[in-house]
């Protein structure tokens, strides 16, 4: 989906059963998020001042969720950029198609959970920064 803005790319408030024994929040496919779910991933045990990402996928949509600590994740559409900061386990960032991401900041023991609506395939991603900027125009 090559013109995916990163006005589309909304910060979501999911759920959280609470009570004294701690949280709970649920992600249900086709309820909280827009896009079957496909696959999990987790990134975890990021060295301090490490950053991730650095590419663009063309059909992938994600909910991306700070399920512990926080980091930043730069947005950019090719035109606007934005920079959003996940730092509580019940918001979740939608990354539609055709965003070049770059994740940092990330603090100590943080834990970057994605849910993704494909199964991976490197086919899908852009990793280059120009070629994104030629696929968006
Ligand atoms: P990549 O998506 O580039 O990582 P990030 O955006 O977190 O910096 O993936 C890193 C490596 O992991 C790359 O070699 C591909 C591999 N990988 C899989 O094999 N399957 C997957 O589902 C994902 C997300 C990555």
Redesign the pocket.
């Known amino acids: 989906m090559k013109e995916g803005s990163i006005y589309d790319c909304n910060v979501v408030l999911l759920n959280k059963v609470h009570n004294r024994a701690g949280n709970i929040t649920i992600v249900e496919g086709n309820e909280s998020i827009p896009f079957p779910i496909k ?1 999990i ?1 987790y ?1 975890y045990d990021i060295p301090s001042g490490e950053n ?4 663009a996928h063309k059909e992938l949509f994600q909910l991306i969720i700070a399920t512990s600590g926080s980091f930043d994740i730069l947005l950019d559409d090719g035109k606007n950029r934005k920079i959003v900061r996940l730092d509580r386990p019940n918001y979740g960032l939608i990354v539609v198609p055709g965003i070049w991401r770059d ?1 940092f900041e990330f603090s100590s023991g943080s834990v970057c959970l ?1 849910l ?1 609506s494909t199964k ?1 395939d ?1 086919v899908d ?1 852009i990793r280059n920064y120009d070629e994104f900027l030629k696929y968006k125009e």
Request: aromatic share 24%; glycine share 16%.
């Open positions: 696959r991933y990134l991730r990402g650095g590419h994740i994605v993704a991976y490197e991603y």
